[in-house]
Every structure is written in C-alpha cells, then in structure tokens.
C-alpha cells in the first residue's frame, strides 16, 4: 500500500514549509527513516524522513515551492507496488479531500459529528474485543495517515466494526475543539518569553515545563493531542529556547518564581492549572507546588529531577560541551532507549537553539545551579510528599539519566501515582509519546 | 490384402525416387532406435513413444504430399514428423526440451509439430488428431488449391468418438482427407481383437459411405499404392477415404513398458518380415541398388542422426521466464 | 466508421458483427447445429430454416452460401475439433456451441487442443477461432440448457473470454474476437437476446480485456457480469432513492481482466460486491474477489460480497429458477447490508 510523506508540523505554530531540496528522485528506493527531502520552515531548515520503505512514486511539491503543513508532498509506492499515473492521482485526491474535511470541521465549536450516508446506524458500541480492534483494512490505513488511535475510535460497522468514515469522524472530534494554536511573546518582568497556547478556552489549564537545554519544542508530538480537551500553554524558561536569556540566576527557585510571574502574566484564568514537567521542569514545577499548593491542580513529573541525588555525570558533560551537531547527537542519544529516535532533524534543531546568542552561557549557568559537580542539588522529596493535589509521576524504564527509582518518590504524597513506561529512556514524551498522551490525558481528566 | 511390386503405381517409381524412400524409413528406424536408447540413458524427460518397424506406413504415405499438404499425427508421431520433412537436429532438440527444438522446448515428444510444413502435430489424446485433420481437410477444400490433409491414428484411436465424428463430417462435406490407421495390433496393452469389435478397421468405412482399404502395412508399395489413389482421389474433390495399414510396433507403447502382453515369438515373426529389409532385397532383386549403396545410405543417415544428437546436446535450455511466452498471440 | 446510432436488439447486433466481418474477410466461416438449418432440403439451398435455434443466424446464409455458412451434425467434438484444425491452417472459423453446457462432449477439442496449440507448439501456431454459445437461466430451460460456466473458459491459459451485456458492446466485441488470433470463446446470455439498445451504425470494435463502467457512482462498487449488469443497474435505481450511489463495472471481458478499472473503482467507492449468476464456487466472481482481497486491501471498508447462482444446477420451476438467478432485490439487500 502506498503512503503519502506529508509537510510536518514542527511545533504548533508552523503553517507552511518550502521545499528546499528532494535528496530522492522518482524511481529511487527509500527506507523508512532514510531523509527524503529538506524542508525549511520560519523556524529551521530541516530533514524530512521517510515514513514508510519503497520507492518514491511522485513528487507533488518540487524544489522551491511552499505548501501548508498537512499538505501530500510525494507518494510513496510500497516495494513492488505498481501505480498508475491514475491511481496516484487518486491517492493524492483522497488525501486532499480527507485533510479538506477536517480543516473545514475544525473551526466548529464542540464536537462535530459526520453522518455517512445511508440508513439506519446500529448502535454505538466499543470495537475492542480481547484486545484487538476490529477496523476494516482502509479504516486502518487511514487511521495511520491521520495518527488516529483506533482505541479511542467507535465503530459503526458490522458488528461494531470501524469503519473509514468513524476514523474521519474520530480524526474530525479530535482537530474541532483544537481551535488555533496561538504563538506569543509575554513579557515577564522585562525578559520576553516565547510560549504557544491552543485548546479549547473553556478546558481544563495544563501548561507544559521543559527540562535543562530543551525548550517548547520538547513537546511537539503531545500538544496536538492534549490540545484537543486541555487548553495548554507551553513555554520557553528564561535563557532556554526563543526566550530571552538575560546574565541573571537560573536556580530553580529562580525559575520556580518566574514561573510564577509568568503565569500571572497570562492572565487571570491561568491562577489555577495543572503543570506537566520535564526533568528539570518538573523540579521547578514541584518547587512551584511547594509554593503554591493552591494554584496548582494537578500536578505531572515526568523523569523529573528533584526527586533524588543520582544524575548521569556524562550526559551533563555533553551539555555542557561546545554545542557541535557530534556533542549534541552524542548528548541526545543517552535520552532514548533506542539510539534511532536521534534524527538528524533533532540534532539539527537542538543546535540551532543552543547557538542562539546567550544561549550557551544560559545553559551553563542553569546547569551549574542545578546539576553542579555531577549531582542533583535540589532535593524536594518532602515537598511532594505534602501535597495534596493529585500527582502522577510518569517514567521511562530505562532512563539513563535520571533513575526510574527516583519516581517511587511520588507514593509517598496522599493522592500520587507512578507510571512507568517500558522501552523508553528519559523522554517518555517523545519516545513513547502515545501511551504518555494516553496516560497523562487520563490522569489529567479523572474527575 | 495384396501385395502390389509390380502394380502400375509402384512401376512408376524412378531409383531417386526408391533411395528417397528407403532413406527415410532407415532415417526413422535408426532415429527411433537411438531416441529408446537416450532415454534408457536418462537423458530424454518425459515419455517416448517409438515407432520403430511401422516405417513404411509414414513413407509409403507421405510420399505423395508436399508441404501444402497437412498431416496429424499422434503420440507415436516421430515418423510422421520425419517423413513430412521436420528438421532432425529440431526433433531431437525437442526430444531434450532445448530451445532450439521444434517447439522450442513446449511440447516435447508428444507435440512436435511443424506447421509450416503441414505437420500438425503430434498429439498426447488418442484420438484428438481425427478432428484436426477433418479441419484442415476443411481449410483445404476452402482454400481450393488441391491440397490434402491426412490423417494417422492408431487402432485405439478407431474407437474413439472424434473418429466416428471425423468420418461422418468429411464424409457429408467431401471433404479431401485421408484417414490412415495404423493397426499395429495394440492399444496401449490391450489386443485390438479384444478392443475392436469389428475385425478390420477398414469395415467401418463402409458405414461412413467412403471407400475403405486393407493393407500390409509392412509393404512400402502396397502402402504406397493405396495411399496414392486416396491422395489422387481427394485431390480430385471425390471426398475422403479409410486406409487400414496392418504394422507393427517393435518397441513398448511407451519405453518403459515391460511388453508383458506380447510373445517373443510373435515380435521376432514380425522382425523377420522387417519392412526395411523387405526393400533392401526388392531393391537388390531388381538390381536397382546393391546392398553395398544402401549400407553407404544407411552410414549417411547415421551420420545425420549423429549430428543431430549433437547439435542438440550442446544447444541450451530454455530461460525459465520462456514459460511464460507462447500462450496468447495477444493479450490482452 | 461508425456514425449514426439506431436501435438494435442483442440478437441483431450480433448478426450484423457477423455480417460485416464475413463481407471483410473471405476467411471468416461460420459452423454449427441449424446456423441455417434446412440443408440439402430443398427450397432452402439459399435460404435457411432457422438461422440458429434462436435465429441469431438469421439470413447470412442468403448472403454467403451454404459454402461458409455450414450447417453440422450433432457431432461437438467432430466440428468444434475441426474449426481448431482449420483455424491452425488457414481459416478464421465462428464455430456456435449451441448451449454453453455442452461443452462437456467437447471439451477436448477446446481446451487441450485449440487452447494449447499455440503454446505446446513454441509459439509456431496459432488458433484464431471463436466458438459462440449461450449461456443463462430464465427460460425454463433447464438443468442442461441453462448454465454459464464461464468460469471454467476462464480458468484455462489459451482461452479468451468475452461476455457481453449490451447490444452495442455484443456487436463490438464479437467484431474484435473474429479478428483476434486467439481463441476466444463469446458468451451470449439467451435472456439477453430481445434487448434493444443503441448500436452505432457500420464497422466498429471494442477491444478484448477493457471493462466498462455502466454507471458512475460512489459509495460501493458493483462488478457484474452479463445479464447480471442489467440486474444491477436496476437494483441501482432503487439504491438511488435510498442516498446509495452505486458504481457498476461491466467487466465485458473476463480473459484478460481489466483490472485497473476494477480497483480504481475500489479505490474510489471502498466497498464491493460482485453479482455473477454462475455457481458460486470457483468461480469469475471469487477470483474477482481475490483480486480486490489482494490489489486493494487497504481500500477496502467492508468485506467483499458476491451475489452469485446457489451451487445447484438450474432448476425447472419458475419459483426455483427465479430463486436461482441473483435478482435485483437481493443485491439491494446486499448493499444495504454493507452500508449499514
């Protein structure tokens, strides 16, 4: 079966990309991973690979011109798959017509249902029998072009089988209540704060913290998600991402402060909301917790620091090193249990930030104050196990720089969960971003 | 049954035209005999089916027909091939399913065919050349130009459908075929006066309103005399005939076959009437050629034989994806 | 060249495809049981007394003569064997079996002779014979007399299979299978025979192994073969009133297959059905379906359904025939089944 490469969506605020360059012709094999063609948004020029094996069939955008994210760039024919001219453009017109149906559906306020034609439903019943879902072949196929968890999807079909149409219908629910995703600057007490904001205004609040040399972009294969019942804000920290980065003091309780500032700055719907943190973004949303009890209503820490003294020494050398794309490769390949999560787009990404001007010297100093001399300085054990509000400690297995023990701690508060995910290293987020959305989208909404 | 070396039709025929005949019988039995022996070596696939000691009937027969003339043959059909003029180094690269046999490697022994020479195959259905030959007799009568189908069957095949059929349709439509049975006493194990319910097969003509003969089959010019007036007399749009060609096979229905349904006794009686040697000493006796000429005959022919074995041997098989070829003119 | 358009019925239009192709080629020879009928009888010499037992042979013997057009006695094997023998030397016969159920008596003739020579022969042969025989249920015809087994043709390689549901494409296709230097064998459905519709004027043909889309839809796809393209088209009409938008597809050739126009219309509607009004196992419509199972899996939103005969011989009875052949209501039923 054929798949389409479409433009990505780096972030929730990029709308368009250009085609820099295809590095395949039409004709040549790719492999599912390989980069096909070089994409520059606002952001970045970046490395598109392919998501799927076989041989790129047709190239719909060429060099030099734009498209909107979502937009088909190329076919790609399975190995051994035989397209006509027709049936491409048939493919291409489908997906047209797929993403044209959402788009039109998703300014819709609430959830907006698509009856397909025809008579009578049956009624509506889960299609999940002994754990596997019953979905026709092209509801599947569908379901993988537009990342719709067939789990979470209801079938109308024979025996509550799913069919194409309750994937569109899934797909449409899902993008409705998003809305538009909003980029900003807040200024907070002078220093301009790069953030994005999406979600429906009426949902529950989640604002997202990232850890030590991320930034917002740490987040990207989870906002889409959450954006459909949460209304998020996630921010760039002072001296991280296209935040300033003033000489100033990055501890965590200076960030736990500006934090806090920066919430006020949102406005007043944002005085109570629930935080999800990164490695050191969960220590300075725990120490804002501390502070705070009353703002904060759930609480996320997801691998986070703070919970004990144990780092991995090497991994804060490599953060510290000069930011080279071999530094940067090296110091991203001990965030994942798997080695091939680190694109060249990744790589390419980081290094581009951690080149910014200040950048380098902002990293360093927050480092220093949290992490100096290959430990964990912060120790807020206690201050978790005095809250409250409910906490879900969320881990990846096989964390190598922050141990899966130190998640334990989160028992220890009245109402804390723990959560561990197999196969997966220190960014549980990106690396197993679907059961996280899964899981952190349940804990957030429990009633 | 007549024998007829001094008939009217027989006299006619010229020393070039007695040495043609004598070389082809030897070309088929000495064929024959080397394809039995290959094939106990291993190096044939497949089945064979020899024809050795009914030379005369595919001789005496195709003596009268030019290319333009159709035959049929049948799964002993090495020596019809051979008397219609198939190519021997195509025959025996065939036999060894080369590309550069007759078929081109599809058929094998069962179906080899040249139809640019009128020869419509072998066939592996007893039975199913009748037809054939009754359609090319059609195209023939057509196409107005004086050609002739014949077609060779076995006593097996007399009992066939097709061959009441075949009869039947050429007898209403006149059509020029003659249809040459060679009885050479068995179907496959089973005795033709088991098999058979009428004695001579040559009777049955009788009730398909065409004339029907008896021949030794052994004889070259007896066969050649009937044959002759069959041929002239389709020739001349009277319609077809029967030729009944009393032979003998001297090799198993296939090689392989135990032979446990005949007597040495009758094989040797048969071999002792060997139609080859029967024209050797016609020939000898009529001082037309010397054993000393037709042994030089009988080197030469080896000489062919031997080099088509070894144009076949060296030729190469066939691709595999040659499989695939050949079924359709056009498709779609 | 074909210009103006009239009425013609099915019958018709393959007489006239006769007609022409016979004036265009000398070659061309029609046999068969009572092609003309009358032989030897005289005041028939020219003329015939029946022209096919449902006289779609009608005066092309006024024409062309006892010469070529050449009644036979009831002897399958005799003369579809000799139509092989005299297409591989030189003729272009239309050979007819009567009732495609008899094929049985002949069958050798067809399939291990005519279908193979070409192949067996390393390609040094050809067979450019087309045998014409009836096929379908309806007419109370019978267990022996009312098959269609087209499937069996199809199954063989040497074998093309051409099975017409118009007037117009009869005339077309029968035109292209004389002129094709395979054999091929022309299915015409009996119950198809008094349809009228528009047949382009003159000489005209439709090549062998392209399909055709009868009506243009988009919610599921209808392949259907013969008479079953009629069926469809009707139950369509009552699909219509529902908000169901059927596509048929009209395969018009089963040998070779046009595939592309039957999976670019999967593609397109994601659902299909398959209405065959032969026996079920075996058959065009499982390998129909087998296609669609492999070349459009992911396309696929429901199952495949085929519509096809019960797997019994056709009945006598009225009630049991019409219960035989799959009816319009049923593939309503069908469809609505899949769409929900």
Known sequence: MATILSMPKWGLAMKTGLVVAWLKRPGEAVRQGEPVVEIESEKATNEVDAPASGTLRWIEVPEGEKAPVGAALAVIAAAGEELSDEQVAALLREDAEIKRQRAAQAGHAGAATATPTGASRTARTPAVAGGRVSASPAARRLAQELSVDLAAVTGTGPGGMIGREDVLRAAEEGQAAAGESEECTVSVNGIATHCLLAGPTNARHVVFIHGLGGSLATWALNLSAFAGKFRLCALDLAGAGDSDKPVTDYSVAALANFLERFLDALGPEWQRTSLVGHSLGGAVALAFAGQHPERVERLVLVDSAGLGTEIDGETLDLVSSVPTPEHIRAELTRFFADPTMVQQSLVAQIQQQRTQPGAYEALLATKDAAFGGGQQHYDLRATLAGLSQPVLAIWGEADGVIPVAHAEAARQAANGHVEILAHCGHCPHIERSEAFNRAVMAFLDEA | ?332 | MAIAIRQLTYAQAINEALRIEMRRDPRVILLGEDVAGGATVTGFEEDDAWGGVLGVTKGLVNEFGRDRILDTPITEAGFVGASVGAAATGLRPVVELMFVDFFGVCWDMIFDQGAKLRYMFGGKARCPLVIRTMIGAGMGAAGQHSGCHYSVFTHMPGIKTVIPSTPADAKGLLAAAIRDDDLVVFFENKMLYGLSGEVPEGEYVIPLGKADIKREGSDITIVAISRMVQQALAAADMLAADGISVEIVDPRTLSPLDEETILNSVAKTHRLVIVDEDNPRCSAATDIAALAADKAFTELDTPIKLVTAPHTPVPFSPPLEQFYIPSPERIVATVQELMG
């Not at chain 2, 050429?170 to 006493?185: F, M, R, T």
């Not at chain 2, 004339?211 to 066969?223: E, K, M, Q, S, Y």
């Not at chain 2, 001297?250 to 040697?277: C, L, M, N, P, W």
């Open chain 2, 1 to 332: 049954m007549a024998t007829k070396n001094d008939s009217p039709g027989v006299q006619a025929l010229d020393k070039a035209h007695l040495l043609h005949m004598y070389e082809q019988m030897v070309t088929i039995r000495q064929f024959e005999e080397r394809a039995g022996k290959e094939f106990a070596a291993g190096k044939i696939p497949g089945f064979v089916h020899l024809y050795a000691g009914e030379e005369a009937v595919a001789v005496g027969v195709c003596s009268h027909l030019t290319d333009d003339d159709f035959i049929t043959s049948h799964h002993r059909g090495h020596g019809h091939c051979i008397a219609k003029g198939v190519d021997l180094r195509e025959m025996v690269a065939e036999l060894l399913g080369k590309e550069a046999g007759a078929c081109r490697g599809k058929g094998g022994s069962m179906h080899i065919a040249d139809v640019h020479k009128g020869m419509l195959g072998a066939n592996g259905i007893v039975g199913g050349g009748l037809p054939l030959a009754t359609g090319a007799g059609l195209t023939a009568k057509q196409q107005g130009r004086g050609q002739v189908a014949v077609c060779f069957f076995g006593d097996g095949a007399a009992n066939q459908g097709t061959f009441h059929e075949s009869l039947n349709l050429a007898g209403i439509w006149k059509l020029p075929v003659v249809y040459v049975a060679e009885n050479n006493g068995y179907a496959e194990s089973t005795p033709v006066t088991y098999h058979m319910s009428c004695r001579d097969i040559a009777e049955r003509a009788a009730g398909y309103h065409m004339p029907g003969v008896t021949v030794d089959g052994l004889n070259i010019f007896a066969v050649y005399e009937a044959a002759g007036e069959a041929i002239a007399r389709a020739r001349r749009g009277e319609g077809p005939s029967l030729i009944e060609c009393k032979t003998y096979r001297y090799f198993g229905h296939f090689e392989g076959d135990a032979i446990t349904y005949r007597s040495k006794e009758e094989v040797d009686s048969y071999r002792s009437r060997d139609a080859i040697q029967s024209l050797r000493r016609s020939l000898a006796e009529r001082g037309i050629a010397p054993d000393t000429e037709l042994d030089a005959v009988d080197e030469q022919v080896q000489e062919r034989i031997d080099d088509a074995w070894r144009f076949a041997e060296a030729a190469p098989l066939p691709a595999p994806e040659d499989a695939l070829t050949d079924v359709y003119v056009s498709y779609p």
